[in-house]
């Protein structure tokens, strides 16, 4: 039987509310229950304070910056997370970037437990073995990017190939973009030796990941990424000297996900530098942003790149809330034309 969202969205309010009474007593009746994406929200304004809760499956780890916001709307002054799955100590690490920072709370049946901070990030990096086909990647016009471990080739910010280490120690590369067109391409090429397979896919993805080609699958897949590549190679657009692209906290999971994609560099006067970069109104930029600074440099200047259309105010409302407050540059138009020089 499928339960009506809305019914649905009103018992997970009042189980929260329910939850909420067994450490807030005084919690009045007149409290406003409400929705929030994968979870619930309760908000007392006689008291300044909010409640927020996630579910396991609601990718809560990323959505900190909805709760804040949500929050701000509501005028609350204090606000507790509450988190029914594996997700609390790192959003309990985001919780702790902000100079007002949110308590975040791990439930267990009807009780809460405050939540420990995960330590910083660490992205482990490559084989050595996955090492030695960096050449490979570059020689065919890709960046070679690591994350998760795993040594990739983007192309315009796309991942186009992954050097696959097995087992034995044995590496290889697999072209074609994501898991299953990898697989795919496995196939499709079986007969053409690794540097044709590449060049191969390459060319394909070419054709339609350009600032000219119409609208395709493949020039609308992870855009905050194409916008990295892109400041990269002019990193004045942001007021940088240099940038390289480093791993996010947080991996992407698939290229349909939205996220983030961060660049660490240094600015025109030679300080550290991070610059986090997306597409569209994202809520969860700036805690994702500070997430990435504390795992490449605690102490860095941040700057979050958007397109123009995309700097909207409660991005910056956010960025300057946290304990070292970040920059939001809006990107001109045009950026999709500027990276690596290709067309």
Sequence with gaps: MTIDPDRLADLLARKLAALVRTRWPDLPDTAMRG???????VVDAEGDRAWISLSAESDAERR????????????????????????????ARRATLFADPPTVWRSDGVELTRAVAAPPAVDPAPA????????LLVAAGLEAVVEGGNLIGEYLGLEVARVVVDDGGGAHIEAGVGR?????GALMFA????????????????RHRNATAERHPINQLVP?????????AEPGRVGAASLEAVPSALARRNLLEIGVASARGVDLDGRPLIVTCSTGVDLDLVPAAADDRLAHDPDARLVLAVPGRDAVP??????????????????????????????
Aim: charged share 25%; aromatic share 4%; no cysteine.
């Design 191 to 206: 007969d053409l030796g690794e540097t044709d397979a590449l060049a191969r896919v390459v060319e394909l993805v070419s």
């Design 64 to 91: 900190l910056g909805a709760a804040l916001a949500v929050a701000r709307r509501a005028g609350a002054r204090e606000l507790h997370v509450v988190v029914d799955g594996d997700a609390a100590p790192v959003l």
């Design 128 to 135: 050595p073995e996955a090492e030695l086909y960096r050449p």
């Design 180 to 184: 299953f067109d990898r697989e795919a």
């Design 314 to 343: 409660v991005t910056t409302e956010l960025a300057s809330r946290l304990i070292l407050p970040a920059t939001v540059v809006a990107v001109e138009d045009g950026w999709t034309s500027i990276a690596s020089g290709r067309p």
């Design 35 to 41: 929705s929030f994406p994968g979870g619930a929200s």
């Design 224 to 232: 905050e990424r194409w916008l990295r590549t892109a400041l990269i």
